[in-house]
């Protein structure tokens, strides 16, 4: 019923920048919050940023001043703005956003995520 779809990830150089977007589709009735997570190899998911309807910001300590989340509610996209990439930023990110769809409770939906690799 509803579906997250990312784009943007890739290779780029240390101190290189990147842009991720996340478009919701759907029978989407209203989108809460909306975030990003990272999964470096042998890790564990990370919470990245979140940024909720009313356009509030949360981030992880280590992108502070570096990483900038953003969206736009009348297309359903998050986007998340990546400057100076470190070597340990490389990770697979995934988008997250908690959805109403019609009369239902909200729920925490998921992409597929989109690798970021961050090297010479």
């Known amino acids: 019923q509803v579906q997250l779809v990312e784009s943007g990830g890739g290779l780029v150089q240390p101190g290189g920048s990147l842009r991720l977007s996340c478009a919701a589709s759907g029978r989407i009735s209203s989108i809460n919050r909306m975030g990003w997570y990272c999964q470096a190899p042998g890790k564990e998911r990370e919470l990245v940023a979140t940024?909720?309807?009313?356009?509030?910001?949360n981030y992880l300590d280590s992108v502070k001043g570096r990483f900038t989340i953003s969206r736009d509610n009348a297309k359903n996209t998050v986007y998340l703005q990546m400057n100076s990439l470190k070597p340990e930023d490389t990770a697979v990110y995934y988008c997250n956003a908690n959805i109403k769809i019609l009369r239902l409770d909200p729920m925490d939906y998921w992409g597929k995520g989109t690798l970021v690799t961050v090297s010479p």
């Open positions: 940024i909720t309807s009313g356009s509030s910001t």
